[in-house]
């Protein structure tokens, strides 16, 4: 099967190409409750998961499953609305099946959305928080596996997965916008569990700031492609709480709900600027 993986994507890409002829270089990935970025989007070709050939098909409660091609700020852009998640049961491979996808259609830079739970115990829910790097807990590297050097080399460098410049032009729109941000390490986890209290300790002891079940194995996958990758968390709960508390897939999706037009304004500034 991986060594038809060239081939699955030809075909995906393909597929695509016969339907749409623009250029994205910009490819964006829509996490829990961050779906009305779109509504801010020229849309010029949109495509359920299930219509395309080899992709994945998605199942979770809150996730679109489309990729969306379309204009914004003058740019073409490609939109994952709703994502893949190792708990739901796919291969990390289909998990990064799309970033995969992206790369091959001509994207350069990935930028990614996600819902975290807090670990740093200076902040809040709703807060937004930048990932600098990331620590990849019990999440299976979705690299493993016979290498493909058409999409990269065997043993990427990962010293800076999240590109610098972008942090920095998001910190000055996160400023000109009045935002607060946080930046920090988020910490990803394979869930569908909600972490123990021993594990929050224990995700802060080794650096984490946020920990959350996406994002890291596309961004190894960003990374072995060589595409640029910036992510952003919203903090949706907080589990380093000392008084009891317990933690629900509805908050989680109330508080990234209500920090979605900051995001999305700010991921907006961030496509016109890049
Ligand atoms: N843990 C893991 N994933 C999450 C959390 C959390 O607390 N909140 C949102 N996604």
């Known amino acids: 099967m991986i060594n038809n993986l060239l081939e699955n994507l030809n075909e995906t890409v393909d597929y695509i190409r016969k339907h749409y002829s623009g250029q994205p270089l910009i490819g964006v990935v829509l996490g829990s409750g961050l779906g ?5 989007l020229q849309v010029e ?3 359920e998961y299930s219509m395309l050939p080899n992709f994945p098909v998605s199942t979770v409660e809150g996730h679109g499953g489309k990729l969306i091609f379309g204009k914004m700020a003058g740019k073409n852009i ?4 709703g994502r893949f998640h190792y708990y739901e049961g796919y291969t990390p491979q289909q998990v990064v099946y799309p970033i995969r996808v992206m790369k091959m259609l001509g994207v350069k830079t990935i930028l990614i959305s996600n819902a975290a739970g807090g670990v740093n115990k200076s902040f809040r829910v709703g807060d937004m928080m930048i990932i600098t790097d990331h620590i990849s807990l019990f999440t299976v ?4 596996g016979k290498n493909i050097e058409e999409i990269g080399t065997r043993f990427p460098d990962m010293s800076e997965p999240y590109n610098k410049e972008i942090i920095s032009k998001a910190k000055n729109i996160a400023n000109r916008l009045g935002y607060d941000v946080k930046e920090g390490v988020y910490c990803g986890v394979t869930g569908p569990t909600f972490e123990t209290r021993s594990e929050y300790k224990l995700i802060q002891s080794i650096g984490g700031d946020a920990v ?5 194995q596309e961004v190894i996958a960003a990374v072995h492609a060589g595409l640029k990758v910036f992510a952003m968390s919203i903090i ?3 589990g ?3 008084e009891d508390n317990i933690i629900t897939h509805e908050e989680v999706l109330a508080a990234a709900n209500a920090t979605e037009p900051k995001m999305s304004a700010l991921f907006k500034e961030l ?4």
């Open 36 to 40: 009305n970025f779109v509504n801010d």
């Open 45 to 47: 070709y949109a495509i």
């Open 78 to 81: 490609v939109v994952m609305s």
């Open 141 to 144: 590297n979705p690299l493993v």
């Open 212 to 216: 959350g079940m996406s994002t890291v």
């Open 236 to 238: 949706t709960d907080i």
């Open 240 to 242: 380093i709480r000392d």
């Open 271 to 274: 496509v016109r600027m890049l």
